[in-house]
């Protein structure tokens, strides 16, 4: 080891595999990557994700609530043994939007720093934009720049431009997310017309304030990381089971974009939940998740959007192990 850390006073550079853990509103992601060596991308060992909804009502409340931790920990505990049955060196976890946002944050991160044997870490939306560039565009080709990444969470979604794979250069974290704002709308089950009104309405007052805050006309190509992408891609693909490899990187159309979030908005939660690809405990909050990504991309002007499988989650782990 060289003892050199990261901007968030991670250590940096293992020899041995590393486990990152990513803890956002509504889910729980684990990634074990193994190095292979200088310019040989790293192995992946695991790759995993729970729904676990941390967030449950912290945009009214401000607090995480105990069944919420509850069910969250049992999750971290089970991701924790994972990595180290996996000989991982280290694990890191990475909290995001809930987390920032509770006042009884204490609460949860307490018992995780002994799961996981090490310093919980607090992501502010610049740290989270950054990871989330990092893991997104890291291998595309420089000359499709410059990019717009859209990371598209529970509790509050992400917008960054970066000229070249990777390297973030202007970012602005929103308090917009697939789970915030359907606690802010409630929406009848299906979305009447106001309810999809009012999303639409709370999207473009943070759409505003993206435009202000980011270069997002100088991008060329938009990436879409995260769930609710991922998921809508496999919708809009009619995908009988859900297949990373057929999502990872591949084009969303604005029209199949369009078509899909209308086929999600006229499903009941059952309905939603009975589709092949959607995760367990995604279905009531998809339709908000999908109004975010095509109200950016009818507002930036993409016609088109790369979806990838790879994220902040990517990011954590790519950082550990220096790795760019």
Known sequence: MDGRTSRTGSPLGAEGPVAAIDQGTNSTRLLVLEPRGPGTD????????????????????GRLAPESIERT???????????????????????????????????????????????????????????SFLGGTRGLDPELGPFLLVDIG?????????????????????????????ERVRPADPPSEGDL??????????LEEVERAVPVREARELVAVAGTATTVQACALGLERYDPDLVHRSTLTLADAERTQRELAAMNNEERAAIPVMPKGRGDVI??????????????????????????????????????
């Open 197 to 206: 009104r009012s999303f639409d309405e709370l999207i473009e007052t943070h």
């Open 73 to 131: 920990l049992d999750t971290i505990a089970r991701f924790a043994r994972r990595a180290r049955a996996l000989h991982a060196e280290r694990v890191r976890l990475g909290a995001t939007s809930a987390v920032r946002d509770a006042s009884n944050r204490d609460e949860f991160l307490g018992p995780v720093r002994e799961l996981i044997g090490g310093e919980p870490e607090v992501i502010d939306g610049e740290r989270e934009a950054a990871l």
């Open 154 to 182: 529970g509790g509050s979604t992400e917008f960054v431009f970066g000229r070249e794979p990777a390297i973030s250069e202007r970012a602005i974290s929103t308090q917009m997310g697939s789970v915030r704002l359907t």
């Open 287 to 324: 339709v908000a998740g999908a109004t975010i990504l095509v109200s950016a991309m009818r507002r930036f002007g993409f016609e088109e959007t790369l979806v990838s499988e790879t994220d902040i989650l990517d990011g954590l782990a790519l950082e550990l192990l220096n790795v760019r």
């Open 42 to 61: 790293p192995l992946e060992l695991a790759r995993d994700m729970v729904i676990t909804r941390l967030g449950k009502d912290v945009d009214h409340s």
